[in-house]
């Protein structure tokens, strides 16, 4: 499996849409891995995690053709992941292909958004024929183009079932933990307790810093799960590599990896390719 950060921000982008502080500035003038845009994966080019509003850019950015795009899956409804607006650009006129349906998976709170959103707009008319929606209950895995994706609880709104995924191919998985703070239903550790994963993908929101409260991740809580995973027989010496930061970490991506690549964490970036297999 081909997994491609596509973009390895917080909500706000960094440097942030309109801020002034110190990191974006410095961000703006270093460039390269210090510049993240809103987050999603590309997953063989075929399967799409997320659909934030920097979508346009990231298919100009690394020239992805996604007139080819199978399968959408929504962690959940903040703006960040789910610029839902741009499905309306999935049709006629504004796009021109042999169509075949896309199939967009979420919690029942997330298709039933997406719905409502393409009834409004009359996207795909009454029956929404160039989409398959899908609901996903909690622990059942699902395929899409030949990757099984399972569903676990996250810890994130308190209004809607937020989901993190597990993506296995080939026998080799890992678990994307954007966005989630510490999870704390117990379903999700039960069910963590009888998986094999071979990566670990984990939002890092507040960097170096602690988390202030708990829907996002710092450092200290990637370790956490790191060492609570492997004392559940749930992952060994696989890759861990962070991703979704916020410019309010104040860490540029260099002083992120002295801060993490001595505990063994990798610090992601936009474009950054991981092949797992
Ligand atoms: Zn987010
Ligand atoms: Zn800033
Ligand atoms: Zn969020």
Known sequence: MLVKILGSSAAEGWPAVFC???VCRKARALGGKNIRTRASLLLNGAVKVDLPPDTLYHVHKYALDLSGLRHLFFTHTHEDHFAVSELQYW???FAYRDIAPL??????DATAMTRAFLRRMEVGKDDLSPFRLHSLNPFETAEADGIRVTPI????????????????QAGRSFL????SGWYQDPRTWGYLEGVRLDMLLCECTYGPASAPWNGHFGFGDVLRLR???????AFSDGRVITTHFSHGCKALHEELESLFNPKGVEVGFDGMEIELA
């Open 20 to 22: 002034a502080c110190d």
């Open 153 to 168: 609880i996250a810890h994130h709104k308190d209004n809607e079932l937020c989901f993190n995924y597990i993506f296995e």
């Open 176 to 179: 994307y933990t954007c966005d």
């Open 103 to 108: 199939d967009i998976w979420g919690s029942p």
């Open 91 to 93: 049709v006629e006129p």
């Open 227 to 233: 060492d609570k995973l492997r004392k559940l027989g």
